[in-house]
């Protein structure tokens, strides 16, 4: 029978350790840990427990929430009185100022007044949400577990937007002095041209912290990317155990919880040591633990070296 749930695969392991012949002594509490633990080793070591993806993420800008947005318009900027902090703005409703990147000594704050462009118009500021021009990261999501690369969304061959700067004329000049011959000096001029590109938008650097769920990008925010511009990255996601319930019916999953609660049990045993039992027969929980350890440690190495290496970057 197929295993797809966490009490099939807690009955599973108390079938396999004796139970319902033995009395197997561990706590309820101590069989969930014993899964969790399993479940968490499965997701981010084994080959079977990650996939390879990519996340899309569009830029958000930060939000501020004021009394009265009417006298701000789209492409103007927003700035405090004091002159000491501004930013363009994307975004306009009836009491919400959507902007790019901050601009100048301080940030803006709650109560601040700010004005308008052209000084006719001023409001307060009532809240702010940050957005990920301000952050300067990305939040990745809870079951991402590595980054590899931030993608290139557009290539400067592709791009409208590099008609007129000195990286386009030069890919132009190239090649119009390279295409001049047959198939093979089309394809020298194109891996050319894929090189010069890559050296001229190559991709961004950036950390990675999984504890935090933040993706940081080290570019320059509000210019390399804008708010409502695309990022994308490639990923390893954990397998989502509700989703995917063939994950509780893996042959590795379930011989690792099961050892995983043998330990358990016989650190729960050592407290009978040496008490004899009717027959003759005494407790003995260390052989019981060692065993388990043992088991662990075969199974982990199992996880760990029969996985295709993953080059990802963890922060």
Do not use: C
């Amino acid at each position: 029978m197929a295993i797809n749930s966490r009490q099939q695969l807690a009955d599973y392991a108390l079938r396999h350790l004796g139970g319902g012949i033995n009395n197997i002594e561990i706590t309820p509490e101590q069989i969930e840990d014993a899964i969790s633990d399993g479940l968490h080793w499965f997701v981010e070591y084994h080959f079977d427990g990650i996939e390879r993806d990519f996340l899309v993420h569009k830029i958000t800008g930060t939000k501020l929430y004021v009394d009265d947005a009417t006298g701000f318009k789209v492409g103007t900027k927003v700035s405090a009185i004091d002159g000491k902090t501004f930013a363009e703005i994307v975004e306009v409703s009836t009491n919400t100022i959507t902007i790019n990147r901050q601009i100048g000594y301080e940030k803006f704050v709650i109560n601040q007044e700010v004005k308008n462009s052209d000084l006719t118009y001023t409001t307060i500021i009532r809240s702010i949400v940050l957005g990920d021009v301000d952050n300067g990261w990305i939040e990745a999501g809870d079951n991402i577990i590595g980054v590899t690369r931030i993608l290139n969304i557009t290539s400067i061959l592709g791009s409208s937007d590099y008609m007129f700067n000195m990286q386009y004329q030069i890919m132009m000049t190239e090649l119009q002095a390279l295409t001049k011959a047959g198939a093979s000096m089309y394809w020298q001029t194109m891996n050319y041209l894929g090189h010069l590109d890559f050296i001229m938008k190559k991709e961004k650097n950036f950390s990675f912290n999984r504890r935090m769920n933040r993706l940081t990008l080290e570019i320059a925010w509000g210019t390399d990317v804008r708010v409502g511009d695309i990022v994308a990255a490639e990923v390893y996601r954990s397998i989502d155990e509700n989703e995917f319930t063939e994950i509780y019916d893996d042959i590795w999953l379930k011989k690792y919880v099961t050892a995983l609660m043998k330990k358990q049990w016989g650190s729960n045993l050592k407290k009978y040591k040496g008490i004899q039992l009717p027959g003759g027969l005494i407790y003995d929980g260390q052989t019981t633990y060692d065993e388990a350890v043992q088991e662990i440690k075969d199974l982990q190495e199992e996880a760990i070296y029969s996985s295709a290496p993953l080059a990802f970057f963890v922060g």
